[in-house]
């Protein structure tokens, strides 16, 4: 499915991501050692080895308590991320390091392919060759449970003996290519004495994390009400109505007052995307009553190597989800709905709009007076 013309264009486009792009701290700001693992479970794999190895028969859910291994190094991804793709082939080597002195029963390894369907995880499990289970998370659900944070992010878990839970022991952020060094962090994980480890209290759930918006409040919010004035086709105001994670919603009021409740809502978007490397995504779109994405705003979008969407990509964008029902999930296609190339970007902003039910049964009361 690859070619060679494909991986020259990706070391290309790493070296300028690495030059240009963004820097994250190595640290996920959600889970720390000590933390209960916030999954509980996962859906079981199709294949029967899979299921062998994760101690699973034909359970609709894997129940993770029930995985026989002391050890679970749990890797969260997208299969398009150019640093998990450099990650990939150092976990292959990293099982083939740990298996003669674990003999494959103290340590399982699971990947969890945020953002990508069945055949996105599957293609990318052959063309790296890995040994064990990616399981995948096409409306990022498990992504969200994590944190919503960037990947890779290489979670090392440690069951409790005495309740089953998985506790988190280590927690890494961004490429490690060192094999010598992970396997000596698995193996310290492993001789940990669990009695003397602090477990962290019960936790609120963690969901996305809010990031600080592209634009100055003012200017944001003129851009929100240009939004619900074109959607509307007349002059429209905006009204604060909350915030939800990633999202912050504005009731769209006509200035008249002849309604008193909203007729429109917009809702702006900020959020990080699966990719240690990319830009966050930062949109602004336009709800109707009757739950159709009514307007698209963009307000900072960008692809590979971080360039910045044109007007032509933008077009195409809006074509894909105006008139969308989004009361129920717009399904993203990647084959047919990524954007000059922004598969992960394309994919996080199919994924924010598809709450449409949420938000108007929230927010449809808001009233304008």
């Not at 010598?180 to 940990?192: F, H, I, N």
């Amino acid at each position: 499915m690859k070619n060679a013309a494909w991986y020259v264009v990706a070391t290309l486009g790493l070296m300028v991501l690495m030059l240009y792009g963004q820097t994250y701290s190595q640290e996920n700001p959600s889970l720390r050692p000590g933390d209960r693992f916030p999954l509980t479970s996962l859906p079981t794999p199709p294949s029967e080895k899979d299921r062998a190895y994760l101690g699973t028969e034909t359970a609709e859910a894997l129940d993770m308590a029930a995985i026989p291994a002391d050890v679970l190094v749990v890797e969260l991804l997208n299969v398009y991320c150019l640093s998990c793709r450099r990650q990939a082939p150092v976990f292959g080597e990293l099982v083939k390091a740990i298996e003669p002195l674990d003999g494959g029963d103290r340590v399982k390894f699971l990947g969890i392919a945020a953002g990508n369907d069945q055949e996105e995880s599957d293609d990318f499990r052959r063309e790296f060759d890995l040994p064990f289970p990616v399981i995948p998370d096409p409306h990022f659900e498990l992504y969200e449970a994590l944190g919503g944070t960037r990947t890779p992010l290489t979670i090392m878990l440690r069951r409790n003996p005495e309740t089953g839970e998985l506790i988190v022991m280590r927690v890494h952020l961004g490429f490690k290519g060192d094999v010598g060094e992970l396997a000596d962090e698995v193996a310290a994980v492993a001789g940990m004495d669990m009695s003397q480890v602090r477990v962290a209290g019960p936790k609120p759930e963690i969901g996305g994390v809010p990031i600080r918006p592209a634009l100055k409040v003012g200017t944001l919010e003129e851009r929100v009400r240009e939004a619900l004035s074109e959607a509307a086709g007349e002059p429209m105001n905006a009204v604060k109505a909350g915030s939800k994670s990633y999202r912050t919603i504005y009731a769209g009021c006509r200035l008249d007052g002849s309604k008193s409740a909203a007729a429109l809502f917009a809702v702006v978007v900020a959020r990080e995307v699966p990719c240690d490397l990319c830009h966050d995504v930062h949109f602004i779109y336009v709800l109707n009553e009757s739950g159709e994405l009514a307007h698209f705003v963009p307000i900072e979008l960008s692809k590979y190597g971080n360039e910045p969407f044109t007007e032509e990509d933008y077009d195409k964008l809006r074509a894909n989800l105006v008139g969308k029902d989004v009361r129920r999930r717009v399904e993203f296609r990647p084959q047919v709905d990524s954007v000059a190339g922004a598969t992960i970007s394309s994919s996080v902003v199919f994924d924010s709009v598809s709450n449409g039910t949420a938000l108007l049964e929230e927010f449809k009361n808001t009233p304008c007076n």
